[in-house]
Nanobody, 124 residues
């Protein structure tokens, strides 16, 4: 059974940091691109960051560029999202996703596997 399990969410004050983790199991994601998306209440799911299979290429939404960093550890089958300088507008449920697409996509419908999400709340 393929599983993506996110962890690391929580409540943090504006300006603070959190590191999200996405542990994968059930199949090898080592040759899959991985992405992070977020969804706030009443809004569409939006792209946050993505990383290609090797970890050599990363992609970010303009709203998080310079503040968030995506990375992956193949030995641990885990993908990370380091979030610094958090803002109240970063408040959302954050989801990890995996895709076999050759060109790393930013659209959520291009990802085949999804986690259940972890809540991030940033207070002002």
């Amino acid at each position: 059974q393929v599983q993506l399990v996110e962890s690391g969410g929580g409540l943090v004050q504006a300006g603070g940091s959190l590191r999200l983790s996405c542990a994968t199991s059930g199949r090898s994601f080592s040759n899959y691109a991985m992405g992070w998306f977020r969804q706030a209440p009443g809004k569409d799911r939006e792209f946050v960051a993505a990383i290609n299979w090797s970890g050599g290429n990363t992609y970010y939404a303009d709203s998080v560029k310079g503040r968030f960093t995506i990375s992956r550890d193949h030995a641990k089958n885990t993908v990370y999202l380091q979030m610094n300088s958090l803002k109240p507008e970063d408040t959302a449920a954050y989801y990890c996703a995996g895709t076999g697409a050759v060109i790393v996509p930013t659209r959520p419908d291009r990802y085949e596997y999804w986690g259940q999400g972890t809540q991030v709340t940033v207070s002002s």
